[in-house]
């Protein structure tokens, strides 16, 4: 007795069954990469500041990063740069304390994950894009000869699917590790790496925590909207429209403050930028309700 009704669209299927399908979908000729250059063109895909040769899905990416090649950022939020080679991918980085370096042909992706006991924690997995999780190798080589490159004895008919080799942390301490595995600097050491509780590609994907993985989202959401609110300032645009869709009291106090901080770093020769500086980001501070900042930042406007 309920009225249904829908419309039918005209568009393609495409089953993304492996990481090597996904990466050749994003960067190689496909509906999807013809429109991503398309949102090139009309400079809303990559952020201020970053220098990309790749491609940028759902990502806040700092100022000083650079994807090279075919490298693929997606469902990052990042304060610090990432440095993506050549076919590289960077998947859900964020609350990471130091610049984050990918090298070619890897995936690094971090994943928040609670365990069957309630143990809630971080895995960076890292593996090679051309890996098939079926078999023995791992970052393009034989497993066992990565595993003896580490100081780790491999256990004989293991894949990479079932190969325990991440340990669960904080987000710092999970990224220690994955420098570690990868063969970059790292203070990490193969004594933390055998103490450490360990998932595999299997049980972190099985144990990941979606409730996290969407309060992460929106999370995101809320920095890139800082960011454009950011962006908008500098370039003298009216920010009335964005104030109206604000997407919540943080990120409007998180731009006042950005904003603040870029008027404070002016010279005297530019006060009037400056000055025009400290009201909009009164203008933030007002319409999150922080009303004695922004009465503090008016005023500093009028002294400039």
């Not at 990502?59 to 469902?75: D, H, K, M, N, T």
């Not at 995101?220 to 429209?241: C, F, H, K, N, Y």
Request: aromatic share 6%.
């Amino acid at each position: 007795g309920q009225p249904f009704w829908c419309s039918t669209l005209d568009g393609d299927v495409t089953h993304v069954g492996t990481t090597r399908s996904f990466h050749k979908l994003v960067t190689e000729e496909t509906n999807f990469s013809r429109l991503y250059e398309a949102r090139q063109r009309i400079e809303i895909a990559t952020p201020e500041g970053v220098r990309s040769a790749g491609v940028i899905i759902d990502s806040v990416l700092a100022p000083g990063s650079e994807l090279g090649p075919s490298a693929i950022a997606i469902e990052c939020d990042l304060n610090v740069p990432a440095s993506i080679g050549r076919g590289g991918i960077l998947h859900g980085a964020s609350g990471v304390d130091r610049a984050v370096e990918v090298p070619d042909g890897i995936v690094v992706h971090q994943v928040p994950v609670t365990l069957p006991d309630g143990t809630a924690g971080t895995v960076v997995r890292v593996y090679g894009v051309e890996d098939d999780p079926k078999e023995p190798v791992w970052l393009g080589l034989p497993l066992a000869e990565q595993l003896a490159r580490l100081g780790i004895a491999a256990e004989a008919g293991g894949i990479l699917w079932s190969a325990e080799l991440f340990p669960v942390g904080s987000t710092a301490d999970a990224w220690r590790a994955a420098r570690w595995l990868m063969g970059l600097a790292s203070d990490y050491s193969l004594e933390e790496w055998t103490r450490a509780r360990r998932l595999s590609l299997a049980t972190s994907a099985q144990w990941a925590d979606m409730r996290r993985v969407s309060e992460l989202q929106v999370r995101r959401m809320q920095s890139a909207w800082e960011r454009t609110a950011v962006s908008l300032v500098r370039s003298g645009t009216d920010i009335q429209p964005l104030l109206a869709n604000a997407p919540g009291v943080l990120p409007l106090a998180e731009a006042g403050r950005a904003v603040e901080a870029e008027a404070s770093r002016m010279t005297a020769d530019a006060a009037t930028t400056a000055a025009s500086h400290y009201c909009r980001a009164a203008l933030f501070f007002a319409k999150a309700g922080l009303l004695e900042d922004a009465g503090r930042t008016q005023a500093m406007a009028f002294e400039r």
